[in-house]
């Protein structure tokens, strides 16, 4: 009997062709949603399957766990895993996995267009344009900052982190000043990055303060209202890793205050809700979760989660597991 996989949202058809090409049966949700949590451990109960290549809003707990005992691998189709309950995973002997390879350079692009478009106020000069205010040329019209000599402060030096600081100290001519739980050696001898041990000091010193973290209880809230406060009134906040890094509530203060100069962000606290007021702010750039959302990451990304899964159901352990 055909090993059976079913993937919990259409993706790319890389990952379909992929997994039936090595024989197994593979089922789609046909619906262009995320599928709510009920939907999914229906879909399990029904059908004894191998494998589930799983996303970020798909909640793989002990609940799910316990429905699907056949399933022998959860691969995510994201560089992300904060969607598992690696513990409980472990203790039931289900690999867990995610894609790592697949769009670190992509989220880093992503993110230096954010720090483009918030420091030479892109997005404000289009809506200007759009709105019709702009009557001629004005020396005094929405002026930006250089970022040749600025600092760039980087919280998370791992791999988006590290192209992210690539970029700035190659392609801008930025200083960089990192944290991380551990020190890059890489990240310091070819970007000449230098590392501090806490993430206030980063804060202080910094022009641009990016975030590259994964979502933790330890990092729950990293930015807040007392941090925020840290950052220079002349600074930029940018966030292309997970929402709640961020307080959202208190960064929509700091901003409306003047704590902080902008802030560009493709992820959010409470995807897709975000905090009152936040769109309507004029310092903001916003993105709706889009920053690998570039069709090679994309591919990338699907032929890494159908390999993990491959890797599992012929006997061996997911390339790319989380525990």
């Given at each position: 009997?055909?090993?059976?996989v079913?993937?919990?949202?259409k993706?790319?058809?890389?990952?379909?062709?992929?997994?039936?090409?090595?024989?197994?049966?593979?089922?789609?949700?046909?619906?262009?949603?995320?599928?709510?949590?009920?939907?999914?451990?229906?879909?399990?109960?029904?059908?004894?399957?191998?494998?589930?290549?799983?996303?970020l809003?798909?909640?793989?707990?002990?609940?799910?766990?316990?429905?699907?005992?056949?399933?022998?691998?959860?691969?995510?189709?994201?560089?992300?895993?904060?969607?598992?309950?690696?513990?409980?995973?472990?203790?039931?002997?289900?690999?867990?996995?995610?894609?790592?390879?697949?769009?670190?350079?992509?989220?880093?692009?992503?993110?230096?267009?954010?720090?483009?478009?918030?420091?030479?106020?892109?997005?404000?000069?289009?809506?200007?344009?759009?709105?019709?205010?702009?009557?001629?040329?004005?020396?005094?019209?929405?002026?930006?900052?250089?970022?040749?000599?600025?600092?760039?402060?980087?919280?998370?030096?791992?791999?988006?982190?590290?192209?992210?600081?690539?970029?700035?100290?190659?392609?801008?001519?930025?200083?960089?000043?990192y944290?991380?739980?551990?020190?890059?050696?890489?990240?310091?001898?070819?970007?000449?990055?230098?590392?501090?041990?806490?993430?206030?000091?980063?804060?202080k010193?910094?022009?641009?303060?990016?975030?590259?973290?994964?979502?933790?209880?330890?990092?729950?809230?990293?930015?807040?209202?007392?941090?925020?406060?840290?950052?220079?009134?002349?600074?930029?906040?940018?966030?292309?890793s997970?929402?709640?890094v961020?307080?959202?509530?208190?960064?929509?203060?700091?901003?409306?205050?003047?704590?902080?100069?902008?802030?560009?962000?493709?992820?959010?606290e409470?995807?897709?809700?975000?905090?009152?007021?936040?769109?309507?702010?004029?310092?903001?750039?916003?993105?709706?979760h889009?920053?690998?959302?570039?069709?090679?990451?994309?591919?990338?990304?699907?032929?890494?989660?159908?390999?993990?899964?491959?890797?599992?159901?012929?006997?061996?352990?997911?390339?790319?597991?989380?525990?």
């Open positions: 009997m055909a090993k059976s079913f993937i919990t949202r993706l790319p058809e890389l990952a379909t062709t992929i997994l039936r090409n090595q024989g197994y049966e593979v089922d789609v949700n046909q619906f262009d949603r995320p599928m709510t949590k009920a939907e999914l451990i229906a879909t399990l109960k029904a059908k004894p399957y191998d494998a589930v290549l799983s996303l809003t798909d909640k793989i707990d002990a609940e799910v766990f316990s429905v699907a005992p056949s399933v022998k691998i959860f691969a995510n189709y994201t560089i992300g895993y904060d969607n598992f309950d690696v513990v409980e995973g472990k203790k039931r002997g289900v690999y867990l996995s995610n894609a790592p390879g697949g769009g670190a350079d992509h989220v880093a692009e992503h993110t230096f267009a954010l720090i483009l478009a918030m420091t030479r106020r892109i997005v404000e000069g289009d809506r200007y344009i759009c709105s019709g205010q702009y009557v001629g040329w004005d020396p005094m019209l929405l002026p930006g900052i250089k970022l040749a000599g600025k600092t760039l402060g980087l919280i998370g030096a791992g791999r988006i982190g590290t192209e992210v600081a690539r970029i700035a100290s190659k392609g801008f001519g930025m200083r960089v000043a944290h991380d739980m551990a020190r890059n050696q890489k990240i310091e001898s070819l970007h000449n990055a230098t590392f501090w041990p806490t993430v206030e000091e980063v804060l010193q910094a022009d641009v303060v990016s975030l590259h973290v994964p979502l933790t209880p330890e990092t729950t809230h990293l930015i807040n209202e007392a941090r925020l406060k840290m950052m220079k009134p002349t600074a930029y906040l940018v966030n292309t997970r929402g709640p961020i307080d959202e509530v208190a960064l929509v203060e700091a901003l409306k205050a003047g704590v902080i100069t902008g802030a560009g962000l493709d992820v959010f409470n995807e897709p809700k975000l905090a009152a007021g936040l769109a309507e702010l004029p310092n903001v750039v916003l993105t709706p889009i920053a690998s959302a570039s069709i090679d990451a994309r591919n990338d990304m699907a032929q890494i989660a159908a390999r993990n899964i491959i890797d599992v159901l012929e006997g061996g352990k997911p390339r790319n597991g989380v525990w």
